[in-house]
């Protein structure tokens, strides 16, 4: 079956450190994924997508890459603040050569930056 | 800037209630979304819509749920006989194309 799997623990790290994430996926062929924001009580908000012919990309201190052939994701945050302190989520979508436009989710890494 | 706007914000029940969410999704967007996300747990989809008709739904999305787009501005997701499960946060979602997503600040149920 269809998993993504991303650190259930926390990672806590110091401000002015890069936050690391990690996305793991299984038995899915993505036509991109995506990162979002959730903070406690709040709906989810679009971060960055990369697409499944793109190693890397960058918004500001976030950078995204895609690796297909490990089937793996990874979320940068550079400068961290404790104002990034929040739960990040990887989202997929499956290729369109198969499967439906179902957005699956993660359940998130919560990521805590102390001042 | 456009956003997706819920109401209402909280709606607590009775068990085997009907309830009504509703969702006005940005004014352009094509595609439109509900999940739920139980406490502690993932955001899980429940049903897309496009082009006046649902396109895909999960498991979840029984004969209890059902969705409409009564006018062209309102979104809503019907919960016919609600169980003490169905207690959740709804997002509502939407988007212009088969990429970015914007999620609407959430309904919180609570089935007593």
């Known amino acids: 079956s269809q998993k993504i799997e991303q650190n259930s623990e926390a990672l806590n790290i110091q401000e002015g450190k890069t936050a690391t994430l990690t996305c793991n996926y299984t038995n899915y062929s993505p036509a991109y994924l995506q990162w979002y924001r959730q903070d406690p009580g709040r709906g989810p908000v679009f971060l960055l997508l990369i697409r499944e012919n793109e190693k890397e990309k960058r918004k500001e201190r976030l950078k995204v890459t895609f690796d297909t052939t490990l089937k793996q994701s990874l979320f940068h945050i550079t400068a961290s603040q404790p104002a990034d302190s929040a739960t990040y989520l990887c989202?997929?979508?499956?290729?369109?050569?198969?499967?439906?436009?179902?957005?699956?989710f993660g359940r998130g890494t919560s990521l805590i930056v102390h001042p | 800037e456009p956003e997706v706007t819920q109401t209402p914000s909280h709606q607590v029940t009775q068990m085997g209630q009907e309830v009504i969410l509703r969702c006005v999704p940005i004014?352009?967007?094509?595609?439109f979304y509900w999940y739920r996300q139980i406490l502690g747990q993932k955001v899980e989809f429940l049903v897309s819509?496009?082009?006046?008709?649902?396109?895909?739904k999960s498991e979840i999305f029984d004969d209890q749920f059902s969705v409409e787009r009564p006018d062209g501005s309102n979104f809503t997701l019907k919960i016919r006989s609600t169980k003490l499960e169905d207690s959740a946060m709804y997002f509502c979602a939407s988007r212009w194309s088969l990429e970015t997503q914007y999620f609407g600040p959430g309904t919180r149920l609570l089935v007593l």
């Open positions: 004014s352009n967007h094509l595609y």
């Open positions: 819509f496009y082009n006046n008709e649902i396109s895909e």
């Open positions: 989202a997929l979508d499956p290729s369109r050569s198969g499967g439906s436009y179902i957005p699956t």
